[in-house]
């Protein structure tokens, strides 16, 4: 072989040396900026597939002094939560049955807030509703700058469900400027709810990340989902799974959503217009208290935190002492499976509702935050509260 050559060989040779380098150099620089720390939001994962959540570990709680209860913080598009309060004064210094508050900060144990309307609900334990009830807040949602809200009419303690909390006549309202204004107003709510009796009077809205942002998986960019039981503040039995379209949801109309009945919730039909003839997507006889469910983008996951009181009930027994049910789906749909049981005493926390905002993956674990106020009768535990929540899932691969 000639020198010249050998010398075309070495240049050839350390010229695909460099090309192989650079491969590796962009890919690998790729898949670290992929597996790099989370940002706050806990982006998708690298891979479609996902394992199930076997465990959640709670870190310490804290409160904040802003007391009221049934918070389901949405995250808006300016990167503020919001969320109704119920029967507290929040940020302010008015008691009502619903307000509805904006919660600002980056760290999720030292969040500030104020009061955005005091609504026209009644003060607090006003029955301005019909039959002597209240007016209770459900899930909310926060879609294209417009956030929706659901609202039902609760009795406290209803002889003829064993003195649980019954809600009836649900209805959806929406604000166009952050919950300062709401339509429609309380009088066509009282006069013709949109989801009459019991059966879907506790809607609460699956929370997609930022803006609904996250909304890529299981047709939730054309739909919006909403879960409910039927028809307790606590102690319910089951849940059952609607939908409308992300189009329709802003025209207020029960006749636009569907309810999951069976089967492969991505066709059609497995969907109807008659809640009555909807699956039970959960059951488990008075342990479904109102719940919501939060999609973890990260782990390609749904997690409901629903809760019950072991004890009687929310005005009877031991109303310091209630339990957390952690459920979890690859779906809307399911088939969802509980991993975990937590007793809250003396915390008695109730509505727990895991967050969009301050996800950061861990591995193939999620760091998250569940927020949650406790016994109704106990200064000390009726706030606004934030507890830390990993949820750690099984190894690549695990049966669902």
Known sequence: MSKTTRMKDMMTSTIRRIQRFLLLYVTGTLVLSC?????????????????????VQLGAPTYMNYEGDSWDPTWAEDD?????????????????????????????????????????YGAMNAPTAIDGRNWKSGGSISIDGVQYMSIGMDQ???????????????SIIKSTDHGVHWTP?????????????????????????????????DNADKYVYANANNGFWDNGD???????????????KAADWAFYSGGDGMQDSSW??????????????GK??????????????????????????????????????????????????????????????????VLSKFQTQVGRDLQAYIAVAGDWRNPTYYKFTMVPAKFVTGPPGAKE
């Not at 406290?156 to 006549?169: E, K, M, N």
Request: hydrophobic share 40%.
């Open 156 to 170: 406290y303690v209803d002889p003829a469900y064993g003195g649980r909390q019954t809600r009836i006549h649900a």
């Open 288 to 353: 479904c208290g109102e719940a919501g469910m939060t999609y973890l983008p990260a782990l390609n996951r749904y997690v409901l935190v629903t809760w019950y009181y072991p004890i009687g009930n929310g005005h009877s027994g031991k109303i310091e002492e209630t339990e957390l049910v952690f459920y979890e789906s690859p779906k809307p749909w399911g088939p969802w499976k509980s991993f975990k049981n937590v007793r809250a005493n003396p915390q008695g926390w109730y509505i727990p509702k």
């Open 80 to 120: 503020n939560l919001y969320a109704a309060v119920n029967d507290g004064a929040a940020f302010g210094t008015l008691k009502r049955n619903i307000g509805y508050t904006k919660i600002t900060g980056n760290d999720p144990l030292a969040l500030t807030g104020q009061m955005q309307s005091l609504m026209d």
């Open 185 to 217: 107003p309380i009088a066509e709510n009282l006069k013709q709810p949109m989801f009459p009796g019991m059966r879907f009077s506790t809607p609460f809205f699956i929370h997609y990340g930022k803006a609904y942002g996250a909304a890529t998986v």
């Open 238 to 252: 089951n849940f059952i799974l609607g939908r409308v379209l992300k189009s329709r949801i802003g025209a207020l």
């Open 35 to 55: 597996r790099g720390p989370a940002d706050r939001s806990a982006k998708a994962s690298l891979t479609s597939d996902s394992a199930p959540i076997v465990d």
């Open 272 to 285: 109807v217009s008659d809640m009555n003839k909807a699956a039970l997507i959960i059951d488990a006889p």
